[in-house]
């Protein structure tokens, strides 16, 4: 199973910018696509950003388009999410995990997704 570390979280005034890294271990890495998800408190985990394995394709959740971009390093094993403008509504523990993204179909979590990371915690002050 792929083993996930997430990183670079932190706190940012309203408007900032931060860079979240996700770092996998497990030798099937680069034929997996990948996503972030984000869970703030007392809400649903939510897909915010998504990526195609070879990284040719991008998909983003509507609230975080023309602010986060999501990109991925095959040969460091690390896919990661630029996010600029930042509101205080992106304040959440981010994860990511192994995606499933069917042709003609939305990505969406594997049914045999990996364990998740810890997390790496975004708040965005007023």
């Known amino acids: 199973q792929v083993q996930l570390v997430e990183s670079g979280g932190g706190l940012v005034q309203d408007g900032g910018s931060l860079r979240l890294s996700c770092a996998a271990s497990?030798?099937?890495?680069?034929?997996?696509?990948m996503g972030w998800f984000r869970q703030a408190p007392g809400k649903e985990r939510e897909l915010v950003a998504a990526i195609t394995w070879s990284g040719g394709r991008a998909y983003y959740q509507d609230s975080v388009k023309g602010r986060f971009a999501i990109s991925r390093d095959n040969a460091k094993n690390t896919v990661y999410l630029q996010m600029n403008s930042l509101k205080p509504e992106d304040t959440a523990v981010y994860h990511c995990?192994?995606?499933?993204?069917?042709?003609?179909?939305?990505?969406?979590?594997?049914?045999?997704?990996?364990?998740w990371g810890q997390g790496t915690q975004v708040t965005v002050s007023s």
């Open positions: 497990g030798r099937t890495f680069s034929s997996n696509d």
């Open positions: 995990n192994t995606l499933i993204w069917p042709y003609g179909s939305s990505p969406r979590l594997k049914a045999d997704f990996a364990s």
